[in-house]
Nanobody, 124 residues
Framework: QVQLMESGGGLVQPGGSLRLSCVVP????????IGWFRRAPGGEKEGLLC???????SYVNSVKDRFTISRDATKNLVYLQMTSLKLEDTAVYYC??????????????????WGQGTQVTVSS
């Protein structure tokens, strides 16, 4: 397993934007896809987007056109850019390493290393 670390969470008003960062150690980005998940209060972990080693992106429809994922292999960073935030986007956000270079699914079991999470609160 590798240690991932998220940052960039905070309090934002509805309609606002926020960018989360995930530090991915070493050459991990050369060999494995990275996904973003979230867990809302009282809910299950939900997959959002994933980026493969070849920059192929997978996403769920609920965040299409609002959230984007990107990566900078030179800085060992993966970003989650969130726009038009809604109250229901309030959650702890996690980045995770896929077991594959591809983004096979958003099944939690397909990811084997996780960060500690960063809290995003959308509130007026």
């Amino acid at each position: 397993q590798v240690q991932l670390m998220e940052s960039g969470g905070g309090l934002v008003q509805p309609g606002g934007s926020l960018r989360l960062s995930c530090v991915v150690p070493g050459s991990t980005l050369d060999y494995y896809g990275i996904g973003w998940f979230r867990r809302a209060p009282g809910g299950e972990k939900e997959g959002l987007l994933c980026i493969s080693t070849r920059d192929s992106i997978s996403y769920v429809n609920s965040v299409k056109d609002r959230f984007t994922i990107s990566r900078d292999a030179t800085k060992n960073l993966v970003y989650l850019q969130m726009t038009s935030l809604k109250l229901e986007d309030t959650a702890v956000y996690y980045c995770a390493k896929s077991k594959s270079q591809y983004c096979l699914s958003f099944t939690v079991a397909d990811y084997d290393s996780w960060g500690q999470g960063t809290q995003v609160t959308v509130s007026s």
